[in-house]
């Protein structure tokens, strides 16, 4: 096995006996080996796209397959081979469609791969075509391996977007185009950047599909205090970051005296219009991803994981944990078709929350349009004076060390400074009590790491308001990095020509020295330091 895709590789140069978040090795290959047969349907469904066709659910099953193989999705060996086969089949249906429209298909096995009858023969070919092993030049092999990873984000993205009805073909072109070209070794450098480049554009799209798609099934997010205590009463906790099985949830437990409660990247949720107008949907209970094991473990109900992230479940909470959509961990339920009443019928079982624990409240709520909405107000605060720079703190969390940076540069932060934050590395200081600039919060929550789009049109509005470039603002971006999603969006920033950002708690694994060296020369990215040096170096 190896694997050295997140942040959290053993290490810091890759898994290779089983994974640190718990991937098996027969896990690993065959997402290896999901990739591959993918990458064999990209090749025909490019040269269907080159004669100006294409397939709407091959589009979306190729989001849900590569999503699949995100970090801290599924952990199940039994559901690839479906996959698997599935890829093979759409593949012999996109060639048969470029023949009759008389499009050519390059030489490549892919195109003729006959998956294995069983898991162990499909481990073994899984095992033939390792994500990692395919260029023979090191630096093109780091660029390949960035654009595969920005594909997985990416991917994730469009499948959200798609779930609510929102599409757009040329994301899925891109990935068929891309997934195409990592299968051939006579591409250079500059080939691969550009490739790079336009992952960073198609995660654009993708995001911008995913927040029209949330915003337009579910009204834009309002700015709304959350309890992060507790009420007496039967509980579910929903985790990962899907919208539409938040609300299916909540619809189907209006009425039984059941309490909603949303863990980790769920937190935004309830600032939207829609699923905030359910009185049952009460609060928030702990923090990212990485602290399930002992948060599920204290939580007196049923635990419902939707996408990413799930941590190896503890056998205490095995009973009561659920899976939905494309999560899995083997020996946990999963739930499909939108029908949640496994988890309502052992909710109900479970004693609940025998009190009520007042532990304040969080603010959420502050999207693009929220933002928006005090953009007046935050200009003449720059204007006059009162805030003097604004710092991006946001990205994935982690169980690494080195992640406490982020909580004390919030810390330290000066008064006169704003903090915008999204995505799951929030929770590291996001009950920090920062005050306010003349009516403005100091800590806005922009949302999960899926509205990173909210926080890239806030920057642009904020740069159209001072005439200026983002580069100019004064804006800093702070990130932390450990899955597929941050790829992405980090190539996204990259390709809107963003320089200057601060990227921690450790660099890529697959990224390699002359990689690194072309970022820091075209970007200036760097490595974060310690909290006083960089506020030192960024305030001046
Ligand atoms: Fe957290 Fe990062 Fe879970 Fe997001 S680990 S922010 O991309 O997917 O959340
Ligand atoms: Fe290791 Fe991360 Fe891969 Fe899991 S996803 S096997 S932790 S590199």
Request: net charge negative; proline share 5%.
């Amino acid at each position: 096995m190896f694997c050295n895709q997140c942040e959290q590789t053993a290490k810091g140069t890759g898994c290779t006996q089983i994974g640190v978040c718990g991937k098996q090795p027969d896990v690993a290959a065959l997402q290896d080996l999901l990739i591959y047969a993918c990458q064999g349907l990209s090749v025909a469904a490019h040269a269907v796209d080159q004669k100006g066709q294409h397939d709407e659910a091959t589009d979306d099953f190729v989001y849900a397959a590569v999503f699949s193989t995100l970090t801290n999705v599924n952990f199940d060996a039994g559901r690839f081979p479906a996959l698997i086969n599935k890829a093979v089949e759409l593949r012999e249906c996109m060639k048969a469609r470029a023949a009759s429209l008389g499009a050519s298909l390059p030489a490549t096995p892919a195109l003729a791969f006959a998956p294995a009858a069983d898991i162990p023969g499909l481990v073994k070919q899984g095992e033939e075509h390792a994500i990692n092993a395919v260029d023979p030049n090191a630096d093109v092999q780091s660029l390949k391996q960035t654009v595969i990873y920005g594909i997985k984000g990416v991917a994730a993205y469009a499948d959200h977007a798609a779930i609510l009805g929102k599409r757009d073909h040329a994301v899925a072109a891109y990935i068929y185009e891309a997934l195409a070209k990592a299968l051939r070794t006579d591409l250079d450098l500059a080939a691969w950047v550009d490739l790079a480049m336009r992952c960073g554009q198609a995660n654009l799209k993708a995001m911008e599909l995913l927040d029209a798609a949330n915003t337009g099934a579910y009204g834009h997010p309002t700015p709304t205090p959350v309890p992060i205590g507790h009420r007496k009463g039967k509980c579910i906790l929903v985790s990962g970051h899907d919208l539409r099985d938040l609300e299916t949830l909540l619809q189907a437990t209006e009425g039984k005296g059941i309490d909603i409660y949303t863990h980790g990247e769920m937190l935004p949720c309830h600032g939207y219009p829609k699923l905030k107008a359910y009185k049952h949907f009460f609060g928030h209970y702990g923090t990212a991803w990485q602290n399930q094991i002992k948060e599920f473990a204290e939580f007196p109900g049923a635990i419902l994981m939707t996408t990413n992230c799930i941590q190896k479940p503890a056998a205490s909470y095995m009973p009561n944990i659920f899976t939905t959509g494309l999560v899995g961990w083997p020996g946990a339920v999963h739930v499909g078709n939108q029908d949640f009443s496994a988890v309502i019928e052992r909710a109900l079982a479970l004693p609940g929350f025998t009190d009520d624990l007042d532990k304040g409240e969080v603010l959420v709520g502050f999207g693009h349009n929220a933002v928006m909405n005090v953009a007046g107000a935050v200009i003449d605060a720059v204007k006059a004076g009162k805030i003097r720079h604004f710092f991006l703190v946001g990205g994935c969390d982690g169980a690494k060390p080195g992640r406490n940076y982020y909580t004390e540069f919030v810390e330290k932060a000066p008064a006169d400074t704003v903090i915008l934050t999204l995505a799951c590395g929030k929770f590291r200081f996001f009950d920090k009590k920062l005050g306010d600039i003349g009516g403005i919060p100091r800590l806005l929550d922009i949302g999960q790491c899926n509205d990173a789009y909210s926080a890239i049109q806030i920057a642009l509005a904020l740069a159209g308001a001072f005439n200026c470039g983002v580069n100019e603002l004064p804006l800093s971006l702070i990130l932390s990095w450990y899955e597929q999603k941050a790829v992405a969006i980090l190539l996204t920033l990259l390709s809107l020509g963003i320089k200057d950002i601060r990227l921690g708690p450790s660099l890529p694994a697959f990224v390699t020295p002359n990689v690194l060296n072309f970022l820091v020369e075209n970007f200036n990215i760097k490595p974060i330091s310690t909290p006083d040096e960089d506020l030192k170096a960024i305030l001046g």
